[in-house]
């Protein structure tokens, strides 16, 4: 079954780093825009960042400067990279190709996701 895998997530201190990865699996990356999104305790999934086939990058306000999503087309991967991070970014990370029409809407069914603990 093709899918997107996340992983790279842990438990970090505050101010502390991550780098997710969404990874392919008889799925290809190349040629689709990828989004992260997250759902955090008590909240619904919401949609963190996007990245375009050409690399172009969106973020949501809250992690704008602290987060960053790249891709690497040859390796069937995107990143999430993660710094300064607060114990408000607790919880678990997804990735998967957004609806071009409506980002917080994703055109495939959810992984696993990856779980981010951020401690105080």
């Known amino acids: 079954q093709a899918q997107l895998v996340e992983s790279g997530g842990g438990l970090v201190q505050a101010g502390g780093s991550l780098r997710l990865s969404c990874t392919g699996s008889?799925?290809?990356?190349?040629?689709?825009?990828i989004a992260w999104y997250r759902q955090l305790p008590g909240q619904q999934r919401e949609f963190v960042a996007r990245v375009g086939r050409d690399g172009s990058a969106l973020y949501i306000d809250s992690v704008r400067k602290r987060f960053s999503i790249s891709r690497d087309d040859a390796k069937n991967v995107v990143f999430l990279q993660m710094g300064t991070l607060r114990p408000e970014d607790t919880g678990v990370y997804y990735c998967?190709?957004?609806?071009?029409?409506?980002?917080?809407?994703?055109?495939?069914?959810w992984g696993r996701g990856t779980q981010v603990t951020v401690s105080s």
């Open positions: 008889g799925f290809i990356v190349n040629g689709n825009a």
């Open positions: 998967n190709v957004p609806s071009p029409s409506n980002w917080n809407r994703p055109l495939n069914s």
